[in-house]
C-alpha cells in the first residue's frame, strides 16, 4: 500500500480545497473562523474513523488577488504578486537573507521564492523549501505562474496582514480561501483502504455542504 502511495505525486494523495471570497460587506476574519472551525471538525469526525492519526495535518491558507509590485516608485515590469498567508509556512522555509520579523522600513515582512527573488533581483527574503514535504505539492505556495512574458507568484506573509491587505486595498476582488489536509499513509492499513475511500468521498459531500453559499 506504501509503495503503491510512494509513487503518486503528493497531490493525488493529500487534499486542496478552495473557494473564492469576497471582502465588500464582509468580516473575512469572522468568516475565516466559521469556516475554518466547521471544515476541521468534518475532517477530524470523517477521517478518525478510518484511524486517528491518519490526518496528519490541516492548514488553512489564502491569497489575495494578483496585484502590480512598485520598487522605487516604478513598476516592475512583468511581475505580480499574490498576498499569501499558508498556515505553518514559517516553519517550513529557509530565510537566506534578512528576517521575517516584521521590517522596520515597511509595513509587511514577507519572503518570496529563490527563484522570483532571482528573476527579478530581490534580494531580501529570500527562501527555499523542501521538495518531498507534501506542505509543498502543488499548487504549491511558492509557485510560479504566467507566460513567458508576465509572472504572477506568491509574497508570504502573515495572517493578519494579508487580512488588512484585502480589506484596505482590493476590498472588490475575490481572494481565496482553502485547505490542506496532509495525510500519514504510513498510518493507514491495507484492509482500511475501501474504508478510507469511502470516507474521502464522504469527506467531499460534507465539505461541500459546508462550503455551499459561500463563493464570491
Known amino acids: 500500500m ?12 493529500n487534499i486542496n480545497t478552495r473557494i ?7 468580516n473575512l476574519d469572522d468568516v475565516w473562523g466559521a469556516l475554518d472551525s466547521s471544515v476541521r471538525e468534518s475532517a477530524q469526525a470523517t477521517f478518525n474513523a478510518v484511524n486517528p492519526t491518519w490526518l496528519n495535518e490541516i492548514d488553512i491558507w489564502s491569497e489575495s488577488s494578483p496585484m502590480f509590485v512598485v520598487r522605487n516608485g516604478s513598476d516592475i515590469p512583468d511581475l505580480k504578486l499574490r498576498m499569501a498567508y499558508y498556515e505553518n509556512w514559517e516553519s517550513r522555509v529557509q530565510v537566506l537573507e534578512g528576517e521575517i520579523a516584521p521590517s522596520r522600513n515597511a509595513d509587511i515582512s514577507g519572503a518570496v521564492s529563490l527563484e522570483v527573488a532571482n528573476r527579478f533581483d530581490l534580494a531580501i527574503g529570500d527562501s ?11 499548487p504549491s505556495p511558492l509557485r510560479l505562474d504566467g507566460s513567458q512574458n508576465s ?22 476582488a475575490s481572494s481565496a480561501l482553502g485547505w490542506r489536509f496532509l495525510f500519514d499513509h504510513d498510518a493507514l492499513a491495507f484492509g482500511r483502504i475501501p474504508q478510507a475511500v469511502g470516507q474521502v468521498n464522504s469527506f467531499e459531500n460534507e465539505l461541500s455542504s459546508i462550503l455551499v453559499g459561500q463563493v464570491a
Open 151 to 172: 509572472t504572477e507568484a506568491n509574497i508570504l506573509v502573515a495572517r493578519d496582514d494579508l487580512l488588512n491587505v484585502i480589506r484596505d486595498y482590493t476590498p472588490q
Open 20 to 26: 473564492g471570497l469576497s471582502s465588500v460587506d464582509t
Open 2 to 13: 506504501v509503495q503503491r502511495l510512494d509513487s503518486q505525486s503528493l497531490e493525488m494523495v
Open 128 to 138: 527555499i523549501t523542501l521538495d518531498d514535504d507534501p506542505f509543498w505539492m502543488s
